[in-house]
């Protein structure tokens, strides 16, 4: 009897072993890795959320997602097979990115180039991996204004005893390096002190994109710059008008096509992740060419997205791209160029020209193997 019982026993242990392992390889062969993606609520960021809304009618491009929840979870797909999954992390802006990089609680991230070149600077351990759209960018002030374009603007400026206050929604933020660098270059003074009353411009740190409009009907400023849809937000809702498209900020032509948003990746998730993120990559690119293709319906998802009017959404500007092009890493170069003649760096970008620092700033080897390169 003690026998057949130790028998059975043994019998049991072992089925449950074999069960418990069998069920531990499954468990292994099955696991794929979870991305936390960060963005911002601005339609420089559509391509996720195109990519979101769209789903499996994106299948025949290979890779698509499939919502777990709503606007934050889905899963990542590239050709019927599952590869990631993905959590969407809303960020106040480019800086607030950086931050989470450090801390680790994202892996990949839109956001704006300045903000990434700014984290890699301070030693933030991230490569930008594509470009992600340009343009969008714009000077806006109360509806009934008078001040149009930059000679309007600067006419402005001169009928003033005190410094014009002009917003802005992140330190980092590629509307402010745009408008500061034309700024320096077309010598007009600008300050960040409020007590310095010789300059012609107070430079306001409004702290997020939500910000710049309350700011502009509370009269907290006299106008600021940012990033679409917020210049068309004003201007549907009859708060605010596009004084100046920052793309014709003088020298004429210097600001065209200018970089904005670029998709970064924290680098050790990178190494450890690399199929995962050249499929989110791919989808990206897909989904940016889908936007650029089809503007109403992918301003229809914006609109819907962030709670914005349609006919706003409708007028952004901004163009898609994931294809680092000569010409978009020629005017990063100008972007190099001015955050260190501004003093923007302290660290591993300080005064060296884009070629010298490509390697630290850049990988671009996911978004070629995405393209298929």
């Known amino acids: 009897m003690r026998k057949a019982l130790i028998l059975c026993l043994t019998a049991v242990i072992f089925v449950c072993l074999l069960v418990a392992g069998c069920g531990q390889s499954v468990s292994t062969t099955s696991q794929v890795p979870t991305i936390k993606v960060g963005y911002t609520f601005v339609d420089h960021h559509a391509s996720l959320m195109v990519a979101a809304k769209k789903g499996e009618a994106f299948k025949s491009s290979g890779a698509y997602l499939k919502p777990v929840v709503d606007k934050e979870k889905y899963e990542l797909y590239d050709g019927g097979k599952k590869v990631a999954n993905i959590e969407l992390v809303v ?16 892996d990949l991230s839109l956001l704006s180039i300045t903000a990434g070149m700014s984290a890699i600077d301070s030693g933030t351990p991230i490569k930008i991996l594509s470009p992600l759209q340009t343009e969008g960018l714009a000077l806006v002030f109360p509806k009934d204004s008078a001040v149009s374009g930059w000679d309007g603007f600067i006419k402005y400026l001169d009928t003033k005893q005190e410094p014009v206050k002009i917003g802005y929604h992140s330190p980092t933020s590629a509307p402010l390096m745009v408008f500061e660098g034309a700024l320096k270059q077309n010598k007009v003074p600008y300050t960040r002190n409020p007590n310095e009353l010789n300059a012609k411009i107070l430079l ?4 997020d994109t939500p910000n710049l409009i309350p700011a502009l009907t509370s009269k907290q400023v006299d106008g600021w710059v940012g990033p679409s849809p917020h210049p068309q937000v004003a201007e549907k809702t009859g708060v605010g008008k596009v004084a100046l498209d920052l793309r014709d900020l003088p020298p004429q032509g210097a600001w065209h096509d200018a970089p904005c948003c670029a998709i970064a990746g924290r680098t050790e998730f990178l190494a450890q992740n690399q199929e995962a ?6 989808l990206m690119a897909y989904a940016g ?4 293709k089809n503007h109403d319906e992918y301003a229809d998802i914006v609109a819907r997205w962030i709670g914005i009017p349609a006919d706003a959404a409708k007028a952004s500007t901004i163009v898609f ?12 170069g100008v972007y190099q160029d001015l955050m260190n003649s501004m003093n923007k760096y302290k660290g591993g970008l300080k005064g ?9 700033i850049f990988d671009f080897s996911y978004i070629q193997k995405a393209q298929g390169k």
């Open 277 to 282: 993120v050249v499929k989110f990559l791919k």
């Open 289 to 292: 060419d889908y936007a650029n």
């Open 91 to 106: 960020t106040k802006s480019g800086s607030e990115s950086a931050a989470l990089f450090a801390q680790k609680h994202i």
């Open 352 to 360: 060296k020209p884009l070629a010298e620092v490509k390697d630290l």
């Open 321 to 332: 791209l994931t294809d680092p092009t000569d010409t978009w890493v020629k005017n990063l």
């Open 204 to 207: 306001v740190d409004l702290k």
